[in-house]
Structures are given as C-alpha cells and as structure tokens.
C-alpha cells in the first residue's frame, strides 16, 4: 500500500521514515503547510512531496494525520471523507464533542485508528499477559521542558498514554473515579476501579526523564520501564530475618524475555495490515474518545 503523511513535526517526521522503512508500504507521500519542511523530511528518507492535501489524499491509501490537535476534526474529517484509511496520533481530537462528531463521520468499512503508542510497547504486551489482580498501579511519566509542545497540558501530552494503557488494557470497560492536583506543567491523578487504586502522574518540569508502571498483587510485584523495555516481576520474600542487626529479606527476582522493538514501527506495520485486510486497528477510535474523556474530568479536577 501507498502511505500517507500529513504534518511534519516531530511526529510526523518519524511517522514518514517509519513509513519509507516498512517492507508493506511502496510509496511515502508526505504533505505540510510548510512545504520547506515537507521537503526536508521528503529528502531524507526517500517520501515524495505533494503540494496539496488532496494530491495526497489521491495518491496514498493509508493516510497518519500528525497535525496539532486543534486541527484533528477538520484534518482527519476531510481524510475521511476522501474514503482513506485514517490514523489519527493521539488525541483523538481537543474535546470530547470533537471526538464525538468525527466518530459520527466514519464509515463502515474504512480503518480508522488513533495513533496511542505506547499500546505497542513490548513492555504493555508483556505486562497484559502475566497481571492477574492488581491490587495496587502506578504510572509515572516525567519529562524535561520542551519547546515543541505548546497548546496542551501535561495531561493531554503525557498522562494520556497512561491512562489509555490504564483503562483499556488492565481495567477495560470498568466503572471508574478519578480525583487529580497540580498544573498545566505537573499533575497528579488517582483513578479507582473498585477498590484498586490507580495512581498516574506526569510532569514537564522533571530533570529526569521517566516511563515507569508499577503494579502490585497479593503475591508478587510487576515493575515496567517503557524506555529501556525491561519487566521484572518480584515473587515475595521466601526469608526474614536479622543478622548482626541488619534486616534482612531474600526475594525471588525474575526478568521477563521482552523482544525489544521501536513501539511506533509495529503501531504503523499494524495500521497498514489494517487498512489493507479491512480489519479493525488496535486503538480503535471509541477508545480514543473514552481517553480524552478521562482527560477532560481529571483537567476538571485539576481546575476546581
């Protein structure tokens, strides 16, 4: 298939390389206001430029549309509407109603996804396959400044990759409470399912960088980095004691066998065998409504 890029940020530069590497797609045509920078991304890896977006939408048969958030509706509506195969980076769209109104344009038959990442991340693989009963999750996701996000808070940059693994993939469907503190830049939410709190917290003023879930059960604790794509899972204690006046505790340690790969490789290889079988993508945009959705009542808790 013929792929499509719409936007030439960071994002979507990488969407067009990923892209021109995939064995799946033939051609990488890739489309930006800014047609210098279209240029740039084209040159470096192989995509061939269109001066129009409907030059684009004509040629490419999957299209990523990698705009600034407020303009998802419009963006992905009209790609839609073209009867193009549509992956849309997260999230979905600024508002729930947005959300809602570009749902409501999608036909039948036509894949359209929203573009969750960290859904690909070996790292969420393994933790879905061994969690049983979490009794206890954490989240945190912290990052230095930067200078390209400008228009969103920190729940909307970065907690929304916790809460779609949070609340599509270890409590799915489940009834929810969510009470949350802090900033535009820092902020802090706690979800609970049931009786199983849920903590995520996400900063843009860290000076360190971090991608971590923590997850305890009754009989072993299951810890995450979504960086270095390590799980280890804890089995409790076997020994305790104390020697000389020192405690002491001896701890089962087992690292899971995690097949390292770029999280956004497999998330495009995914949406193009998607648009090409006609088959329903990972991130399915219902999700992505009910992320930005918990997005919306933590950013509620945060201004009241």
Do not use: W
Not at 135 to 151: C, E, K, L
Not at 164 to 170: C, E, H, I, R, S
Not at 252 to 260: C, M, P
């Amino acid at each position: 298939m013929d792929a499509g890029v719409i936007g030439t940020g960071v994002m979507g530069r990488n969407h067009v390389r990923v892209y021109s590497e995939l064995k799946e797609v033939g051609t990488t045509y890739v489309y930006d206001l800014n047609t210098k920078a279209a240029e740039e991304v084209a040159a470096a890896t192989g995509a061939e430029v269109c001066r129009s977006m409907e030059e684009l939408l004509r040629k490419a048969e999957c299209v990523s549309v990698v705009v600034p958030t407020p303009y998802h509706l419009r963006t992905a509506g009209e790609v839609i509407a073209a009867g193009v195969h549509t992956l849309i980076e997260k999230p979905l769209c600024l508002t729930v109603r947005e959300c809602e109104e570009l749902i409501g344009q999608i036909p039948d038959g036509l894949a359209v996804g929203v573009g969750h990442i960290e859904r690909f991340n070996p790292v969420v693989t393994e933790v879905a396959r061994v969690v049983r009963d979490p009794i206890y999750v954490s989240f945190h996701r912290h990052n230095p400044a930067s200078a390209r996000v400008s228009g969103s808070s920190v729940v909307e940059d970065l907690m929304i990759h916790d809460i779609d693994v949070a609340f599509n993939v270890l409590f799915p469907g489940r009834e929810y409470t969510v009470h949350a503190s802090g900033t535009g830049d820092v902020a802090a939410a706690l979800a609970a399912f049931g009786r199983t709190p849920v903590y995520l917290s996400a900063s843009r003023k860290s000076s360190k960088k971090v991608r971590s879930v923590y997850i305890e059960e009754e009989d072993r604790t299951i810890e995450g980095d979504f960086m270095t794509q390590e799980v280890y899972v804890y089995r409790k204690p076997e020994a305790y004691g104390q020697e000389n006046g020192l405690y002491r505790q001896e701890n089962i340690i087992e690292k899971l066998l995690v097949n390292k790969v770029e999280p956004l490789k497999i998330e495009l290889s995914t949406f193009v065998r998607a648009a090409r079988d006609g088959k329903p993508f990972t991130v399915t945009p219902e999700q992505g409504l009910s992320n930005v959705r918990v997005c919306e009542a933590i950013s509620r808790s945060l201004a009241a």
